[in-house]
């Protein structure tokens, strides 16, 4: 069965801190993708950016960064920076065959990102 | 703009009543999905369908059901057999496999009266 575990129920930093959002995943596939979403409190789902588990390379995209590694199993997310604007839940999506067996993403259960001004 | 809408925004559903939740998307994309979001959870998948007159139950089916009778639309019927109803649902759609990026409606509150 596929997991992903965010371990960080939320997180409250200072504007202009650096802050990384954690996630670990659990999968027997060889093949997979990995996701981040972003939860504003509007409720829409926002894709930040996906990655297969043969590109290992770190990812940057503005004051976004990601570090994945197989080794670990962890993709984690880095903001630099941080702004107001990035307050909201953050969601580590793992694609494949869900826990209960279907295909579709197994998400882990967020991280709510507080940003204090 | 290409995009998907869900509608209605907010639902009140009575005991005993069936209610749908609309899901419309004009991208083109053969896939679809709904899921689940409970407060303080992650999302949980509903049904999903790779392509028209085709569905398929997701990890928590039981209580819903879904049709796919267009490419762009893809209801969710929210029976009496759902005791737990109260939620936010979310449809998203991918291109084709399921590997591909899925983009996310604004999502529907569904509340119980």
């Known amino acids: 069965a596929q997991k992903v575990t965010q371990a960080q129920t939320e997180i409250s930093v200072v504007e202009k801190e650096d802050v990384t959002l954690d996630c670990v995943y659990e999968?027997?596939?060889?093949?997979?993708?990995l996701f981040w979403y972003k939860q504003p409190p509007s409720g829409e789902l926002v894709f930040l950016i996906r990655?297969?588990?043969?590109?290992?390379q770190n990812e940057i995209s503005g004051r976004y960064s990601w570090n994945f590694q197989k080794s670990t199993s962890s993709f984690n997310f880095t903001i630099t920076a941080s702004q107001v604007v990035d307050s909201a839940v953050y969601f580590c999506a793992l694609s494949g065959h869900s826990g209960g067996g279907a295909d579709g993403l197994t998400f882990g259960k967020g991280t709510h990102l507080i940003i204090q001004p | 703009d290409g995009g998907i809408t869900q509608s209605p925004k907010y639902l009140f559903r009575k005991e005993g009543q069936n209610v749908t939740l609309s899901c419309e998307q004009n991208l083109n994309h053969d896939a679809m999905y709904w899921y689940r979001q409970d407060p303080g959870q992650g999302l949980r998948l509903i049904y999903y369908?790779?392509?028209?007159?085709?569905?398929q139950k997701g990890d928590i089916a039981e209580g819903y059901s879904v049709s796919r009778e267009k490419k762009e639309s893809f209801p969710l019927t929210v029976t009496s057999a759902q005791k737990n109803p109260t939620a936010f649902y979310l449809c998203a759609s991918s291109i084709k496999y399921l590997q591909e990026t899925q983009y996310f409606g604004p999502g529907t509150r569904l509340l119980v009266l």
């Open positions: 999968t027997r596939d060889t093949t997979y993708y």
């Open positions: 369908s790779q392509i028209v007159n085709d569905f």
């Open positions: 990655r297969n588990s043969f590109d290992e």
